[in-house]
């Protein structure tokens, strides 16, 4: 594959969070980016900087199946033209290995080891337990770092104001992220989203001190992409 060169955008959103990520761990980030940007090359750039940092599990979900695909085909598959990683991958004379794994039980602790799951999916895996099946338990021994596409779907409960009991009882898409996230204190969520309703007060609240990056539409439009 031929090299790819960052754009101007793309380095500086690496420029934004990277000193973060050597200064203090920020455990949570949202990169805002208008759809075309690029957010998936920086996702690859992130984990193999995070793998330098001793991170080996790394869990992507997004609430469509088909995007899981095609993310899988740009992570996973060296044949295809837009696969994200060189054809040898080596960090400071180390060899690493892209690993694609249904679960992390048997995590290759030498290889960037990558999840995929839908949004509903994952969250029907961590509340009905089934054989080689993730549980939250997966999650207590070993950091991972959690990278979630279009991330406005995770806000369902953000959005909306529930009962105290509905609060404890709703076992939404948004609480089973957060639940996993919470399992260990090294883990890490990295949210990605073309779509976030800043103007709403509750998801604005979420996300102030979250957004490492933001690049909106305007501006996609007058640096003429």
């Not at 959103?13 to 759809?35: I, K, M």
């Not at 088909?66 to 080596?90: G, Q």
Request: include cysteine; charged fraction near 25%.
């Amino acid at each position: 594959n031929e090299p790819i060169t960052l754009t101007t955008e793309q380095q500086a959103a690496y420029d934004a969070l990277l000193p973060n990520l050597e200064d203090a761990l920020p455990h949570s980030a949202l990169l805002y980016g208008v759809t075309g940007s690029g957010k998936t090359l920086i996702m690859a750039g992130l984990m193999l900087y995070l793998y330098k940092k001793g991170y080996r599990n790394f869990l992507f979900f997004v609430n469509l199946s088909n995007i899981v695909e095609k993310t899988r085909e740009n992570f996973c598959n060296p044949a295809s033209t837009k696969y994200l990683f060189a054809d040898e991958i080596t960090l400071d004379g180390e060899h690493i290995r892209i690993n694609q794994v249904d679960n992390f039980q048997y995590a290759d602790k030498d290889a960037i080891n990558i999840c995929f799951a839908t949004t509903q999916g994952l969250h029907m895996d961590m509340w009905m337990a089934k054989e080689n099946g993730m549980s939250f338990d997966d999650f207590d021994e070993q950091k991972v770092v959690l990278i979630s596409d279009e991330a406005h779907h995770l806000n369902v409960d953000t959005k909306r104001k529930m009962s105290a009991d509905e609060e404890s009882s709703y076992h939404s898409w948004e609480q089973t992220v957060k639940n996993i996230f919470s399992r260990n204190a090294d883990n890490i969520l990295l949210e990605f989203t073309a779509t976030c309703d800043l103007a709403n007060p509750a998801i604005r609240a979420s996300y102030e001190n979250k957004i490492i990056f933001d690049y909106a539409l305007a501006k996609f439009y007058s640096d003429r992409y």
